[in-house]
């Protein structure tokens, strides 16, 4: 991806859109797998039902060829859903990138003063293990 393709979208995005992919590319595997079995079972589902039933056969098949605008019509619902479950990950990954950005300058600035601090720390240290020794050096 390079850095005019960067500008254009936000971290969250980009891993909304990278999280998104993978789960795809999982999801797509069975489907593949689904889209040859279910011909081949729809088919000798059929064919079956025309050995035990004859001609009342044909009625099943009416109402499986009923079903695919129904069928159709889940689909885009879910496809509409999806999208707005895609833009309120979006917006929550946004909010945590901020939060997370946030916390990184508190601490940032949080090092700063205990980077001060350590030398301080340090002097007061030496200074105790000088009087400890020489107070214990006397024994």
Same mark, same amino acid.
């Given at each position: 991806?390079?850095?005019?393709?960067?500008?254009?979208? #936000?971290?969250?995005?980009?891993?909304?859109?990278?999280?998104?992919? #993978?789960?795809?590319?999982?999801?797509?595997? /069975?489907?593949?797998?689904?889209?040859?079995?279910?011909?081949?079972?729809?088919?000798?589902?059929?064919?079956?039902?025309?050995?035990?039933?004859?001609?009342?056969?044909?009625?099943?098949?009416?109402?499986?060829?009923?079903?695919? /605008?129904?069928?159709?019509?889940?689909?885009? $619902?879910?496809?509409?859903?999806?999208?707005?479950?895609?833009?309120?990950?979006?917006?929550?990954?946004?909010?945590?990138?901020?939060?997370?950005?946030?916390?990184?300058?508190?601490?940032?600035?949080?090092?700063? $003063?205990?980077?001060?601090?350590? /030398?301080?720390?340090?002097?007061?240290?030496?200074?105790?293990?000088?009087? #400890?020794?020489?107070?214990?050096?006397?024994?």
């Amino acid at each position: 991806m390079n850095n005019q393709a960067r500008k254009g979208a #936000t971290v969250g995005e980009i891993v909304n859109l990278m999280s998104v992919d #993978t789960e795809n590319i999982q999801n797509l595997i /069975p489907y593949f797998w689904g889209c040859w079995s279910s011909v081949l079972q729809i088919g000798v589902s059929l064919y079956f039902l025309y050995d035990t039933v004859k001609y009342a056969m044909f009625a099943g098949l009416g109402f499986l060829i009923l079903l695919f /605008p129904f069928n159709g019509f889940i689909m885009n $619902k879910m496809q509409v859903l999806q999208k707005d479950k895609m833009k309120e990950k979006d917006n929550r990954i946004k909010l945590l990138t901020e939060v997370l950005n946030g916390i990184k300058v508190h601490l940032a600035v949080l090092s700063l $003063k205990i980077y001060h601090m350590i /030398p301080v720390c340090r002097n007061l240290r030496a200074m105790l293990l000088f009087v #400890t020794f020489s107070t214990f050096g006397m024994y």
